[in-house]
């Protein structure tokens, strides 16, 4: 079964452009969540959509937005990049009620 | 307001012995807890969990030790094993409501496993 993947796995973008990072979870799983990795926050998480429909978010400016398509693939835009934005996201996936969630290996997002 | 704290942030063992790595948190409505290891620049590995009906879990070299009353949990890992050496992560989630998805996780333990 392949796991969950993420693309790109690295990326550089400057300040106040935009960026799309892409999730692909383990087929059948529903549920697909994205956290933010960074030194000083640790692991924050961001959204979390079900079935085409956000069904939770975190603490997180309006910058940060996602989808999920009828495939249960995930997207997730950050619009006018800042420094702070650099880190690592990361999307885990899992079938949807409580329990495991399965990480993808993360898109190092970095912002010059 | 840290739900999740993993109060050490290094430890360091010798190959064979045991490691425990712990973890407390403050939300009386998590009910399910996870451990992951991670190695940098890669995703958080899932290694094993516990529910709050339950105050121990065990899957090979992993125990995990729940204490309800302390808000207390703990992994053991035995024998160490140098390939051990990593991040762990304590995580908790509640069901349900606006708790879909969401894993809070502890600013983790860095383990070095010494051969």
């Known amino acids: 079964k392949a796991g969950v993947t993420q693309t790109p796995r690295y990326l550089i973008k400057t300040r106040g452009q935009q960026v799309t990072l892409s999730c692909s979870p383990i087929?059948?799983?529903?549920?697909v969540s994205w956290y933010q990795q960074t030194p000083g926050q640790g692991l924050q998480f961001l959204f979390e959509y079900f079935s085409e429909t956000q069904r939770n978010k975190g603490n997180f400016p309006g910058r940060f937005s996602g989808r999920q398509f009828s495939n249960s693939r995930s997207e997730m835009n950050v619009s006018t990049l800042e420094l702070g934005d650099s880190a690592l996201y990361l999307c885990?996936?899992?079938?949807?009620?409580?329990?495991?969630?399965?990480f993808g290996s993360g898109t190092r997002l970095t912002v010059v | 307001d840290q739900q999740v704290k993993q109060n050490s942030p290094s430890l360091s063992v010798q190959e064979g012995r045991i490691s425990i790595l712990n973890c407390d948190y403050t939300n009386s409505m998590f009910d399910y807890f996870l451990w992951y290891k991670k190695y940098p620049a890669e995703g958080p590995t899932f290694l094993i969990s516990i529910s709050s009906i339950k105050d121990k879990n065990e899957d090979g070299r992993f125990t995990v030790f729940l204490n309800k009353s302390a808000k207390h949990l703990s992994l053991h890992i035995v024998p160490s094993q140098p390939g051990d050496s990593a991040v762990y992560f304590c995580a908790a989630s509640s069901a349900g409501g606006t708790s879909y998805g969401k894993l809070t996780f502890g600013q983790g333990t860095i383990l070095t496993v010494h051969p």
């Open positions: 087929s059948g799983h529903r549920s």
């Open positions: 885990a996936s899992s079938e949807g009620t409580t329990g495991g969630y399965t």
